[in-house]
């Protein structure tokens, strides 16, 4: 999917004020350039559309570049732009879901983002997790977050973290084996052996 306009003014906006200049001292055009790809894969794997998550992010980072003065002064600035970006994504999400049942009310198609064949079954699960367990899907999985990592950024207990990835991924499994052709009913048994053994 192309980027909109806004997300291509929002990118130009946060990389200037990544670039080098009077005020961007304290490493803030280092963290950013470090850590933006990987948390825009993160959200566009949460969001479902790339630009919806470049949006985002770019929100994320101009908040800290507005507050570098402070945010450069914390253990882990990057946690605390992660934490923002997840916020906005959630209540992105959500105003997607609202649109979504909206333009079914009226009888319009939801817009959807142009995504890789490899991509549009993985998402299309996703979307319909509950919003913690995707979350923590997508960065444990997708992000290769360790489970304590998550638990901290969350602010969560860590077996409240793996009870949510095994009810993630206990309703991902059959959601993922029901995106595949269709199968005759004996062959159900061989498919949901190949996708534990896949897990």
Known sequence: MEPTQSAQQGHERAADAAAPGPAAGGGYAEFYFASYARLAAQLSAYLGDPAEAEDVVQ???????????????????VAWVHRVAWNLATNRWRRLVADARLRLRQGRPAAVATLGPDNVALVAALRQLPARHRQVIVLHYLADQPVA????????PRGTVLSWLHRGRARLAP?????????????????????????
Do not use: C, M, N
């Not at 990592?149 to 969560?156: F, H, Q, R, S």
């Not at 269709?182 to 062959?187: E, L």
């Open 59 to 77: 929100e994320a980072f101009l908040r800290a570049w507005q507050r570098w003065h402070k945010v450069s002064t914390y253990d882990e600035p």
């Open 149 to 156: 990592e998550i638990a901290a950024d969350l602010g969560v």
């Open 175 to 199: 959601l993922l084996r029901e995106s595949d052709s269709p199968s005759p009913p004996q062959a159900t048994t061989a498919t949901s052996k190949g996708a534990a053994d896949h897990d």
